[in-house]
């Protein structure tokens, strides 16, 4: 049994402490929203916010969260509305979506310690992230763009 | 063909006018509605409350056709984009078949956008010109007083009715135009086609709430994880598996054709009582002595061979005697290595098999309908329309998810029949590597003539590789053999006008598993094609762009491209810079680069440090996502160009996971300047063309850097020492 805050709710799940964090909040708690690409700290699709800080939760165990404060991209805002996702749409970011997750948690993550982060930075902060249909650049203005909302 | 409109071809006000037929969720009157008259017409339906519903026949997979394609629909209605409404086609519906693949349902080589470009154009226009008959009939006046506004027919005296208006007032009696004689708008009266109209999936897409296969979930469903043979070809002999039954939540093991399957409550008990499986694997299979070194040097050994000839692939004049005759002769080799898609989202499919066996329902993303639907019709020996697809938008594909047999489909489909329940298969990253259907390592032998006063005499281009199409899709080599357009695509150089010229295919031995990649056979054809050039070009004493204006006298379209790239990239005055100029494409879609690199020579690093592209692609629908889309297939170029390589030892792959098969990262990207013509011919797609050109840029950039050449891609840090000890 494991309690942690997930997305401002308190949350007590069964699963046995050691199974794979992304796991249980796609399965067992159904949010769908952060992904699966690796399972290696590789790629960052599955990157939520734990404490406020990004992390792989492909990289972690439920039990870690064990009284943490867990946020997924469900959890960012209630109807798409944060300043990275706006920013997201603004740029028109997206291609296959399946990285997007984990793009926009971790630039989420970045600005919330960092407002006004150099291009240097914040390609520095991405590049834990993976994106096949190359949509890099487009994240890189998307930060920026979202930079000066926050 | 012209049609009229009869009672059972419209819907009676409460639903509005039905124009297609949808696939899926059809209710009985629309279904009675579409087998009548109008079937033709099978493409949109007209509400009346003014939604518009239009089909998707593709499938996405992040190129955006689920937007682009009803855009174009909508256009030639004149519809308001934000009353279209987008149905996914969910069924192996050959009406809505992309002939450019003889009818089959198959969203690949950047087609979708040039082969629907018509067909939804028409049936757009002739739906607006129903409206405006029924209007005129409505009002007592002459259809060819009447106009449209966006969703809105506006008639002489400024009388206005909306669409879904029009539609519940039926169209019994009404002749629809003929399809190939209805008129289409000027492209200056175009309001969506040409303009950022933004993504319908985006939204979804930055909120985390996007659906894939990956993430469906269905009542009662479990998860399947599958023990797959080590090597192609090799069966489970015997399986034991008490250690993996004990875990909890497992619901049974099933054997496979060629794997062991654990199906359980959640996939973490899967993957882990699959690590306890324990399968004794048949060890017969001849991949066994697949090597990909070997492999790679039986291809170069029959590229090299002395009179080597393969089937022809493109010829004109002829070759081999010019370049005999040419003043000066030059040859040489280039290799490129096995390369794997890495599309993020890892294969998955739910298949939920009827109780009687008789049917299914399967939840997949996967660019064909029509394979998809074969795939489990075959594993199941049923009819193809019992089977009810729900095609997901996919996480990527390049590629990855094209064959014939969908083994992942098929996984699930074989689990769900053993279990009785809807079960969920997921390749993990490590089996779609080590399972993964790669691009075919090559070997590519070139030969030229010069004349005295360096110009090209002759090109003899010939690829030792594989068929792709043979492997991957066989219904198709039986019609194709022995062109393989997957294998040699490129290799024709049709944007250069090349007196004398051949290019062939010596088709290899397969030893591992083949498929389509983005670019398909242009991703090394062109690498080959465009290293050589500047080869030619410096043995001529020429500037590299002088002597490839030479070959595109009677291509202006291409000439302004590389014209246009010297100039944004300062071509002519580089001084120091290390530029290196490309000139490829995919298909009929054109792209000169040019790319700027610094070597690190201890490091054996190449760091691109911009790139440039010029591109003619036809007529763009979505400016900013073609843009998009460019620039992510150059970014896959530089990827594939500097890192992407399989290796394969005793018929097992080597390579498990991003880390040991690394992909381009944010850090490792240049800026991109992209610059697309406008130009007034048809489009022929955007996916692909930013792909091939790339790494022949790469590579003759580091040889303006470093006065080396590489000519074995990828160009990894030992091959850069390497090409620098020379
Ligand atoms: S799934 Fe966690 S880093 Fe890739
Ligand atoms: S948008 Fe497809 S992987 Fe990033």
Known sequence: ?150 | MTLTMNRRSFLQGTAGLTFLMGAQGITAVRSEAATGALDVNHWLTIRADGTILVVHPSTEMGQSSYSTLPQILAEELDADWADIEIEQLNADDRRFGNQLFGGVLYTAGSTGTQFYFDPMRKAGAQARDVLLQIAARAWGVDKSTLRTDPSVVVGPDGQAAGYGALAALGADGITVPDVDTVALKDRAQFRIIGHDVPRRDVPAKSTGQAVYAIDVDVPNMAYGAVLRAPVEDEVPLSVDDTAARDIPGVIDVVTLPDGVAVVAESLWSALGARGLLQVEWSRTSPFRSSNSDATLAEYAAAAHAPGAQGAVWAEKGDAPAAIAGADKQFSQLYLSDYAYHGQIEPMAAVADVDADGHGAEVRAGTPTQSWTARTVAQTLDIPVEAVRLNMMTMGGGFGRRTALMQNYVRDAVLCSRATGRPVKVIWPREDDVKQGTFRPAAAQKLHAGLTADGKLDGWYHKVATPSVIGFFNPLRWEVARPNDVISMRGAESKFYGIKDFRADHLIMDRHARLSPYRGIGASYTAFAAEAFMDELAEAAGRDALDFRLDLVKDNPRGRHLLEKVADMSGWHTRGNRALGLSFAGYSSSMAAGVAEVEVDADRGDIRIKKIWAAIDAGLIVTPDNAHNQIEGGIIFGISMALSEKIDIENGEVLQENFYDYEITRAHQVPEIDIYIAEVDAPPVGVGEVGTPMVSAAIANAFYAAQGKRLRHMPFTPDRVAGALDT
Request: charge should be negative; glycine fraction near 8%; charged fraction near 20%.
């Open chain 1, 1 to 150: 049994m494991t309690q942690f805050t997930l997305n401002g709710q308190p949350v007590e799940v069964e699963n046995t402490p050691d199974e794979m964090l992304l796991l249980v909040i796609r399965d067992t708690l159904k949010l769908i929203g952060t992904k699966y690409g690796c399972g290696a700290a590789m790629c960052g699709a599955c990157t939520v916010h734990v404490d406020g800080v990004a992390m792989f939760s492909c990289q972690m165990s439920v039990g870690d969260v064990e009284g943490a404060e867990v946020t997924t991209i469900e959890g960012l805002s209630e109807d798409g509305s944060h300043p990275v996702q706006q920013a997201w749409i603004e740029e028109q970011v997206p291609q296959c979506g399946y990285c997007q997750s984990g793009q926009i948690m971790r630039a989420a993550a970045l600005l919330a310690d960092n407002p006004t982060p150099s291009r240097a930075e914040i390609v520095d902060e991405m590049s834990a992230n993976l994106c096949r249909c190359g949509t890099y650049n487009r994240i890189f203005k998307a930060v920026e763009r979202a930079a000066q909302e926050v």
